[in-house]
Nanobody
Framework: HVQLVESGGGPAQAGGSLRLSCAARTGTFRSACMGWIRQVSGKEREGVAS???????TYTDSVKGRFTISVDNAKNTLYLQMNSLKPEDTAMYYC????????????????RGQGTQVTVS
């Protein structure tokens, strides 16, 4: 199984961009469905985006057209390009993985990293 380490969070202005990265400390992305989830303290966790081993992607409605998930298998790195950021995107973002296709389709994951904070103002 994968162990995941996120980077790239931080402060951003509304309308700006950030790119999150996720490296696999152990394991590989090749057979997994990878994704990003976010959570605001006191609120439910939200599956933001996913990409399966065939490259199929899904996004939650609120980020469609603004966020792009991608994976570089050669570097074993997952990315989330976030454009046109809004204050409501403020959250802790977690890189996540699942080996279940059914979970992948609904952006539910079994494994996640420690998270990186994104704050948009």
């Amino acid at each position: 199984h994968v162990q995941l380490v996120e980077s790239g969070g931080g402060p951003a202005q509304a309308g700006g961009s950030l790119r999150l990265s996720c490296a696999a400390r152990t394991g590989t992305f090749r057979s997994a469905c990878m994704g990003w989830i976010r959570q605001v303290s006191g609120k439910e966790r939200e599956g933001v985006a996913s990409i399966d081993s065939d490259g199929e992607t899904t996004y939650t409605d609120s980020v469609k057209g603004r966020f792009t998930i991608s994976v570089d298998n050669a570097k074993n790195t997952l990315y989330l390009q976030m454009n046109s950021l809004k204050p409501e995107d403020t959250a802790m973002y977690y890189c996540a993985a699942t080996y279940s296709p059914s979970q992948c389709r609904v952006r539910v994951f079994n494994y996640r990293g420690q998270g990186t904070q994104v704050t948009v103002s």
